[in-house]
């Protein structure tokens, strides 16, 4: 069975500094891995994909890494921002299951 | 891009009335979608894998009797929940895929908050 775990669970820090936030799955059997963000009683936005076959991503201020092999992947946010304040999720696809599972969360508040 | 209807966004209602959720795919034909729950403060779990013109597979725990899935058509899957109570106030999300393995990217919908009295 496919686990997804973040870590941290929750992060608090000062604007502008560059953070790295942890996803870690046990299943390396996947298509791929997605970071979203989602706000405070909203759907969620896509931010970054990364297909198997890949190492990482990059979208403005954020970077996505993969390792396949050891079921990891970090989202590096740099010169964070008061607007990147919610909860980021990763989410794997593939794997014996074939399913999207998500990763636990990490909430994230960026102070002014 | 891909796009992701559902509807309604928010619904309340009465306890032990059924309320129905729709995910339409608005641009593709989805031969997968997924349909997931979230509480409060809580990720997203998957409640069931619905396959166009054949039963929805469950997960663990989740009554496939109060939530009735129906994939009818490769645009559209219906989640709904039957003689609703409190507890099953929640977020609702779907999710739909295009079936091409190894490549296969999945678009959500916006979600819907369902509140039972």
């Known amino acids: 069975k496919q686990e997804v775990t973040q870590i941290p669970a929750a992060l608090s820090v000062p604007e502008g500094e560059n953070l790295v936030l942890n996803c870690s799955f046990t299943d390396s059997a996947i298509y791929n891995l997605q970071w979203f963000r989602q706000d405070p009683g909203k759907g969620l936005t896509s931010l970054l994909l990364?297909?198997?076959?890949?190492r990482e991503q990059t979208s403005g201020r954020l970077n996505a890494s993969l390792d396949k092999s050891s079921g990891r992947s970090t989202l590096y946010i740099a010169a964070s921002q008061p607007g990147d304040s919610a909860t980021y999720l990763c989410a794997v696809y593939g794997g014996a299951t074939n399913k999207l599972i998500f990763g636990t969360g990490t909430l994230l508040a960026v102070q002014p | 891009g891909a796009v992701v209807s559902q509807h309604p966004s928010r619904v309340i209602c009465k306890s032990g009335t059924s309320v129905k959720i729709e995910c339409r795919s608005l641009?593709?034909?989805?031969?997968?979608m997924f349909w997931y729950r979230q509480f409060p403060k809580q990720s997203l779990m998957l409640m069931a894998t619905?396959?166009?013109?054949?039963?929805?597979?469950?997960e663990q725990g989740v009554e496939k009797d109060k939530f009735l899935i129906n994939h009818a058509s490769l645009t559209l899957s219906t989640l709904t929940v039957t003689s609703a109570h409190p507890e099953d106030s929640s977020f609702y999300i779907c999710?739909?895929?295009?079936?091409?393995?190894?490549?296969?990217?999945?678009?959500f919908g916006a979600g819907s908050r369902l509140t039972v009295l």
């Open positions: 619905s396959n166009e013109g054949s039963k929805a597979t469950y």
């Open positions: 999710s739909a895929a295009t079936g091409m393995a190894g490549a296969n990217v999945l678009t």
């Open positions: 641009d593709f034909q989805a031969t997968t």
């Open positions: 990364i297909q198997s076959s890949q």
